[in-house]
């Protein structure tokens, strides 16, 4: 079955910098990947979808990869921000035309002023 | 629109009660899905509707637990007689799907507390 797994701890960086966070997956080749942001008790909200026949997608100040012999992809925040600060999610789509959407358990980013 | 809305935000009951939790999707999505979370988990997915049809329902999910999508619209999840390990957050989302990627919405959850 689908598995995923994201940085296991969370990631402390200082405001300004770059924040990395990878997300891995095996038994799965995805047609695409997608990214959630999540705050502490709330929803998750979209933040950015890429295709495996993308190699790189931004949106402002967020740019994610997807490299599909790695079975991996790598969200980047540039210019970190405190109100950057929330768990972020990827989550993989059905691997049928089942509805079943496979998150990951996320990992928590905290930026320091 | 609003967005997806789910009632109501918190929930405390005594184990061995049923409780039942609503959602309403964005009106022009035709699929709602149900997940659970815990802390420090990613979502689990429970179950999900295309317009009114059950299609697809988790192993994991027990008999004691059951959802419905009456009239392709707003959808509701029961939980009869709850159990401590049920305490968790119930997340609810709606998407458009018209078969190609899509993503999807999520309202605010509904917290369980069963004591």
């Known amino acids: 079955s689908q598995k995923i797994e994201q940085n296991s701890e969370a990631l402390n960086i200082q405001e300004g910098k770059t924040a990395t966070l990878t997300c891995n997956y095996t038994n799965y080749s995805p047609a695409y990947l997608q990214w959630y942001r999540q705050d502490p008790g709330r929803g998750p909200v979209f933040l950015l979808l890429?295709?495996?026949?993308?190699k790189e997608k931004r949106k402002e100040r967020l740019k994610v990869t997807f490299d599909t012999t790695l079975k991996q992809s790598l969200f980047h925040i540039t210019a970190s921000q405190p109100a950057d600060s929330a768990t972020y999610l990827c989550a993989l789509p059905p691997d049928t035309n089942a509805g079943k959407s496979t998150f990951g358990d996320g990992t928590t980013l905290t930026v320091k002023p | 629109d609003t967005g997806v809305s789910q009632d109501p935000r918190h929930k405390i009951t005594k184990r061995g009660q049923n409780v039942t939790f609503r959602c309403d999707p964005i009106?022009?999505?035709?699929?709602l899905y149900w997940y659970r979370q815990t802390l420090g988990q990613g979502p689990e997915f429970l179950t999900y509707?295309?317009?009114?049809?059950?299609?697809?329902k988790s192993r994991l999910l027990s008999d004691r637990f059951s959802a419905e999508r009456p009239k392709g619209s707003f959808s509701t999840l029961e939980i009869q007689r709850t159990e401590q390990g049920d305490s968790a957050m119930y997340l609810c989302?709606?998407?458009?799907?018209?078969?190609?990627?899509?993503?999807?919405?999520f309202g605010p959850g509904t917290r369980l507390t069963v004591t």
């Open positions: 009106s022009e999505h035709n699929r």
């Open positions: 509707f295309q317009n009114e049809a059950q299609l697809e």
């Open positions: 989302a709606s998407s458009l799907f018209a078969g190609g990627p899509y993503e999807q919405y």
């Open positions: 890429i295709r495996e026949n993308e």
